[in-house]
């Protein structure tokens, strides 16, 4: 009976000291990496970046870039009832990028083609 008791406290000592450290590895996931708006989008992470004259869409996977060469990217966006498409490209590892700006308030759907993955959709509103 003591040897249960022994084993008992020993896997709710672990588990507490487990605890922690899932829940901070949950609280890094979901993070802006590049100041702009995070959303999920199937297996990857998207970020939406709004800086003057540029809109940029950043692709990641549990934090890491995952390359967007040969890929392409649309951004459907809805803005004092107005509709208009930005068409993006490839501009670095896992950046597209467009020449464009966004206004506060704005909706946007965003729909990435990558060779070899599954079509990506994230919707967001911009800040």
Same mark, same amino acid.
């Given at each position: 009976?003591?040897?249960?008791?022994?084993?008992?406290?020993?896997?709710?000592?672990?588990?507490?000291?487990?605890?922690?450290?899932?829940?901070?590895?949950?609280?890094?996931?979901?993070?802006? !990496?590049?100041?702009?708006?995070?959303?999920?989008?199937? %297996? $990857?992470?998207?970020? &939406?970046?709004?800086? *003057?004259?540029? #809109? /940029?869409?950043?692709?990641?996977?549990?934090?890491?870039?995952?390359?967007?060469?040969?890929?392409?990217?649309?951004?459907?966006?809805?803005?004092?009832?107005?509709?208009?498409?930005? !068409?993006?490209?490839?501009?670095?590892?896992?950046?597209? %990028? $467009?020449?464009?700006? &966004?206004?506060?308030? *704005?909706?946007? #759907? /965003?729909?990435?083609?990558?060779?070899?993955?599954?079509?990506?959709?994230?919707?967001?509103?911009?800040?």
């Amino acid at each position: 009976m003591k040897k249960l008791h022994t084993l008992a406290s020993s896997l709710l000592l672990a588990a507490a000291l487990a605890a922690p450290a899932a829940v901070m590895a949950h609280a890094e996931h979901g993070q802006p !990496q590049y100041g702009g708006i995070f959303a999920e989008a199937g %297996e $990857a992470q998207l970020e &939406l970046v709004n800086q *003057a004259g540029k #809109v /940029a869409l950043y692709v990641t996977q549990h934090g890491a870039p995952v390359p967007v060469q040969g890929g392409k990217a649309r951004l459907t966006v809805l803005e004092g009832g107005a509709k208009r498409e930005l !068409q993006l490209a490839p501009a670095a590892e896992n950046r597209l %990028e $467009a020449a464009a700006s &966004l206004t506060p308030g *704005a909706k946007v #759907v /965003a729909a990435v083609e990558l060779p070899g993955r599954k079509p990506l959709q994230a919707r967001f509103e911009v800040k």
